[in-house]
């Protein structure tokens, strides 16, 4: 099994249509069929790891402003509590029985594998530890693979809200800072360059710009790691919306 990095962008995605709409609602047929999902959301952060060992995770809606029909949606798996124990000893994560699924992880997933039938839960990501915690977060996580579990990362390549180009088309060009760092990244990941990786910011160009912060970064560096050691990226999706904001999906094995 591979490992995946997708971004998930607005919640909104799950309802609009976009490129990388469509392409979320092909992973389910481009990927091998997981026996389990272990989601790693930009939006579930811990000052030190933790994992969901919910039986039956609920639906977070953890936005506001939105259309009612976004807030309708519901995604209900079974969680996988047992797998969850293991994922904790394995990291030395703590556990969250009541822990539900964010945005980050239902989104693709509903729209990945709309028959809620395969058991996902979450690890937390830490943003106040570098991208090389993150890669060795990941690389604990491994041998799961061996097991046809998917680790899948969900963030975004790019993240500047201030920046976004509001009423942007999805046939828009990027904005050339954002084209740049995406280039970066692409580039990087298929070379399987973890030094770079790890020292994004003073690696890739316009790392400020395409990521104030790095939660919704972090993610991809826990897919890359969970690859193992000489992992290397390939692209799934490539495409722009708001003007600057890169929703590029990567397999690693």
């Known amino acids: 099994m591979p490992t995946v990095f997708v971004s998930h962008g607005s919640p909104m995605l799950i309802l609009e249509d976009r490129p990388a709409r469509a392409f979320l609602a092909s992973l389910g047929q481009v990927l091998p069929r997981p026996t389990a999902i272990v989601a790693v959301s930009a939006h579930w952060d811990t000052d030190v790891p933790a994992v969901s060992t919910a039986h039956k995770p609920a639906t977070i809606h953890d936005f506001y402003g939105f259309p009612e029909a976004l807030y309708a949606l519901r995604y209900d798996p079974p969680g996988a509590p047992e797998l969850a124990e293991r994922v904790a000893k394995l990291t030395g994560a703590a556990h969250d029985p009541h822990r539900g699924l964010d945005h980050g992880a239902w989104v693709p997933a509903k729209l990945a594998w709309p028959e809620a039938d395969i058991p996902i839960f979450q690890l937390s990501v830490q943003p106040n530890e570098s991208p090389a915690h993150h890669i060795a977060l990941g690389r604990k996580l491994a041998s799961l ?85 000489g992992a290397h990226g390939r692209a799934l999706h490539r495409s722009f919306t708001l003007g600057n904001l890169s929703m590029a999906s990567y397999a690693f094995d």
């Open 145 to 229: 693979r061996e097991e046809g579990v998917l680790v899948m990362g969900s963030g975004s390549a790019t993240h500047n809200l201030r920046a976004l180009v509001r009423g942007a088309g999805n046939d828009a060009e990027p904005e050339p800072w954002a084209k740049a760092f995406d280039d970066w990244l692409a580039e990087t990941l298929e070379k399987g360059d973890e030094a770079a990786l790890a020292d994004y910011r003073t690696k890739a160009p316009y790392a400020r710009e395409a990521h104030p912060t790095d939660e919704h970064f972090l993610p991809i560096h826990v897919a890359f790691g969970a690859a193992g050691k």
